[in-house]
């Protein structure tokens, strides 16, 4: 079983700047791609980032292109999401989720395996 902790939301007003963190457990965290998914009230929960295992490629979200970097640590198993620019539209509960057995890139949803609790980021206007 795998484990995954979210840590780092919280209020900021617009244009502000958070670092979202997802802890691992594991010893084989390497080997999984990893992915931060978020839903606002009312929402689909969509696709934000994705890393490969080795954080060699990345992909994103249209919505937060240029904004958003995703990041990984493999020595420590932790993912990183850095928010830039924030808008009030990017209220949401921010999960991550792992991919122990990518078969392709960027993973589809669907091959996400395990899940973390979430962490709430809100964004005053």
């Known amino acids: 079983q795998v484990q995954l902790v979210e840590s780092g939301g919280g209020l900021v007003q617009a244009g502000g700047s958070l670092r979202l963190s997802c802890a691992a457990s594991?010893?084989?965290?390497?080997?999984?791609?990893m992915g931060w998914f978020r839903q606002a009230p009312g929402k689909e929960r969509e696709f934000v980032a994705a890393i490969s295992r080795s954080g060699s490629s990345t992909y994103y979200a249209d919505s937060v292109k240029g904004r958003f970097a995703i990041s990984r640590d493999n020595a420590k198993n932790t993912v990183y999401l850095r928010m830039n620019s924030l808008k009030p539209e990017d209220t949401a509960v921010y999960y991550c989720a792992a991919d122990l057995a990518p078969t392709g890139w960027p993973p589809h949803p669907r091959e996400y395996d395990y899940w973390g609790q979430g962490t709430q980021v809100t964004v005053s206007s």
């Open positions: 594991g010893r084989t965290f390497s080997s999984y791609a």
